[in-house]
C-alpha cells in the first residue's frame, strides 16, 4: 500500500437469507406379509432410484457378523459374484452391504428403469447367498489385516477404549472383533448366521427415487413378498447411564500427539430436548465456526480439526467431543476444552451465537434431502428408530423456535464438564502430570 493510500474498510457480509419451508416429497409405505416394511418417496432429480435395506441383526457373534456383511455378496446358488457385479452394472447400479452396531444393511443404486432388475437380486442375495469358500478366506485375511491395521492407529485405539469405559459389559462396548476370532469363522457359519438374522421380519426397505411410490411398492412385494423367516429378537438391553470418574489414560510410549475423547449425556431424536441440544452441540464444538473450533484451534493452534456430535444407536444417544492435540498442549487443550463446556453450560449463548448455529441446522437439513442418496440415509436412519419422514418438519420446527433459554437448560442438564467421560492416548510419561494437576487419572496399557 502506498503512503496516503487509506486501506480497505471491512465489508459487511450481507444478511442471511430467509430460511425455506421444508417441502416432504409424495411417499407411501406397505407392510408386506412376510413383516418387511417398503417405503417409497419420490425425488426426481435424475433417473435414478437408491435403496436402503437394513435388518435388525444385534451385536452376537461379532466376527461372523461382520464377515458376513464382508461375504454376503460374494455368490448364490445360481449366481457367482462377478455374475452378480455385471448383472447390476447393466442396470447402472451396485450394491453393498455392512454391518453396525444395531442392524445389517444393504445400499444400493441403479436406473430408475432398472428397479425390478435391482430388486430382483436383492432378493437373489437375500434367500441365496451361499458364501463360497475361496470368497470367505480372502475376506478372513482382509478383514484380519484390517483390525492389525486399525490397532497402529491412534484414532481405533482411543474409540476402543472410551467404548470400553462407558458402556462396560454392554454389547455396544466392543465394536471390533480379534483376529483369532475372525480366523476361526468357516463358510458354514456364515451361512446358519444368514439363515438366523437375515430374515423381513421386522425389517425396513426404503426406495428414493424417480419413481411412483405406489409402482415401486408393487416392485417391491412381487420380488421380496417370497423372503420368508420370523427374524431373530436382536434389540439390544438400554445402554448404561453414564458415568463419570477419573481421566482414563492410555499409555502409548513415544506418541508425539495426543488423541483426546470426550462423552457426554445425548438423547434420542424424538427427545423433546433433542432439537435444543443439536443447537447448544453446534455452538460449543459442532461446525467450523464454534467456541472450541475457535478457541483450540484458531486462538491457540493447539490442533486442526477439533469436533463433537451427537451419536445415535438404538439403546442410547451420546455427545462425543473429539480432538488430536500436539503432546506438550495436551493438559492445556483439555483445559480449554472444560473451559468451554464449562462456559455454555453455566451462561446463555448470544442471540446471534444461537441464530447462526439455527441456521446453520435448518441449511444442513435442507442439503440432506437436497439429493436422492441423502433422502435415502435419513429415511432409513429415521425408519430404524421408528419415526417416518413427517418428523423432518417437525424436527426442523424444534429447531426454529428453539430460544436462548432452550439452550441454556440443556446445556447445563448434559455439558457440564463434571458430567463428562474423558479418554486420553498419549505419551504417559510426558502428559500424566500435567494432566494430574486438572483432574484425578487412572492410567493403563494400549489394548493388547
Known amino acids: 500500500m502506498n503512503e496516503g493510500d487509506s486501506p480497505v474498510s471491512a465489508r459487511a457480509l450481507p444478511p442471511l437469507g430467509p430460511t425455506r419451508r421444508l417441502k416432504l416429497p409424495s411417499q407411501a409405505e406397505r407392510t408386506l406379509g412376510n413383516g418387511l416394511t417398503v417405503i417409497a418417496v419420490r425425488r426426481s432429480a435424475v433417473p ?35 455374475q452378480i457385479a455385471a448383472e447390476l452394472q447393466k442396470i447402472g447400479g451396485g450394491l453393498s452391504a455392512g454391518l453396525d452396531p444395531d442392524r445389517l444393511m444393504l445400499s444400493g443404486t441403479g436406473l430408475a428403469t432398472g428397479l425390478d432388475r435391482l430388486l430382483e437380486i436383492l432378493a437373489e442375495v437375500l434367500t441365496g447367498a451361499n458364501y463360497p469358500a475361496e470368497w470367505v478366506a480372502t475376506e478372513r485375511d482382509r478383514m484380519v489385516d484390517g483390525i492389525q491395521v486399525a490397532r497402529s492407529q491412534p484414532a481405533h485405539l482411543v474409540r476402543t477404549a472410551l467404548l470400553k469405559r462407558i458402556y462396560g459389559k454392554h454389547p455396544y462396548a466392543v465394536q471390533t472383533p480379534e483376529p483369532e476370532q475372525v480366523r476361526a469363522v468357516r463358510p458354514a457359519a456364515l451361512r446358519t448366521l444368514h439363515a438366523q438374522r437375515v430374515h423381513p421380519a421386522g425389517a425396513v426397505l426404503v426406495l428414493v427415487g424417480d419413481v411412483r411410490p405406489e409402482r415401486a411398492l408393487d416392485a417391491a412385494e412381487k420380488a421380496l413378498g417370497g423372503w420368508k423367516g420370523d427374524g431373530h ?20 510410549p513415544g506418541s508425539v500427539q495426543s488423541s483426546l475423547r470426550i462423552a457426554l449425556p445425548g438423547v434420542p431424536r424424538t427427545h423433546p430436548d433433542h432439537a435444543a441440544l443439536q443447537l447448544a452441540n453446534l455452538i460449543f464444538g459442532g461446525y467450523f465456526s464454534s467456541r472450541w473450533v475457535e478457541n483450540i484451534r484458531e486462538d491457540k493452534g493447539y490442533t486442526y480439526g477439533p469436533h463433537s456430535v451427537v451419536e445415535h444407536s438404538v439403546a442410547g444417544s451420546l455427545l462425543v467431543a473429539a480432538a488430536e492435540v500436539a503432546t506438550e498442549v495436551t493438559a ?14 453455566t451462561l446463555a449463548p448470544s442471540e446471534e451465537e444461537l441464530e447462526q448455529a439455527r441456521q446453520y441446522a435448518l441449511g444442513t437439513l435442507q442439503l440432506g434431502v437436497s439429493t436422492q442418496a441423502g433422502l ?5 436412519a429415521y425408519a430404524g428408530n421408528g419415526l417416518r419422514l413427517d418428523f423432518l418438519s417437525e424436527h426442523a420446527a424444534r429447531l426454529a423456535r428453539a430460544t436462548v433459554d432452550d439452550v441454556a437448560a440443556v446445556a447445563a442438564r448434559y455439558l457440564a464438564p463434571s458430567r463428562a467421560v474423558t479418554v486420553v492416548l498419549g505419551d504417559a510419561e510426558r502428559i500424566a502430570d500435567p494432566l494430574g494437576t486438572l483432574t484425578s487419572i487412572e492410567t493403563a496399557p494400549v489394548p493388547a
Open 376 to 380: 435415502a440415509s435419513l429415511v432409513s
Open 332 to 345: 492445556p487443550a483439555l483445559l480449554e476444552t472444560h473451559y468451554e463446556l464449562g462456559r455454555l453450560a
Open 233 to 252: 429378537s436382536a434389540t439390544p438391553p438400554p445402554a448404561p447411564p453414564l458415568v463419570p470418574g477419573p481421566l482414563l489414560l492410555i499409555d502409548r
Open 48 to 82: 435414478l432410484v437408491e435403496l436402503r435395506l437394513w435388518m435388525p441383526f444385534g451385536r452376537a457373534h461379532l466376527a461372523r457378523g461382520q464377515l458376513l456383511a464382508q461375504t454376503l455378496l460374494s455368490g448364490t446358488e445360481t449366481m457367482s459374484s462377478v
